[in-house]
């Protein structure tokens, strides 16, 4: 379920905001493949299915900024910002990758609004997310984004 603000005004009073989790999302060997045919990253713990049964993990998984990657989309659907020109991803406080994604696992963003800053022009948001494998005992990924919000 999707947030919606209108502003920037709107954006600073959610500073603290718990926005709650997306919608789960399947990480299929597909979308491992075609993530490595991306990045020129073929490693055989990622796209070799019948090696990896025979690797740490038993079966393919996914590449740790794969799962990454899939922050922007997923925090889509949490917060939909009206009434500004701009929408910058400025990067990274933190990251780590705690636990492997096997392939088709499904993955989700819960996320808070950790902070609403300015800065010329906008608003710097910080936000706390941790994209959780569903039936996984740890997440696959915990992290800090940066994004900026121009009016």
Do not use: C
Not at 36 to 64: C, L, M, N, S, Y
């Amino acid at each position: 379920m999707s947030l919606t603000v209108n502003g920037l005004d709107e954006l600073r009073r959610l500073a603290g905001h718990h926005l709650g989790a997306s919608a789960w999302v399947r990480v299929s060997q597909g979308r491992i493949n075609t993530f490595a045919d991306a990045t020129d990253d073929h490693q055989w713990i990622h796209t070799e299915p019948e090696r990896a049964k025979d690797g740490p993990f038993g079966v393919p998984v996914a590449h740790g900024f794969l799962t990454l990657s899939l922050f922007i989309p997923l925090f889509s659907e949490l917060l939909e910002v009206r009434g500004v020109t701009t929408k910058v991803n400025y990067g990274l406080n933190r990251v780590r990758f705690p636990a492997p994604v096997p392939v088709e696992s499904r993955l989700r963003l819960v996320a808070d609004l950790a902070s609403v800053e300015d800065v010329p022009g906008g608003v710097q948001l910080a936000v706390d997310g941790s994209i959780e494998i569903e039936g996984g005992q740890k997440p696959a990924a915990v992290l800090q984004s940066l994004t900026r919000f121009y009016a």
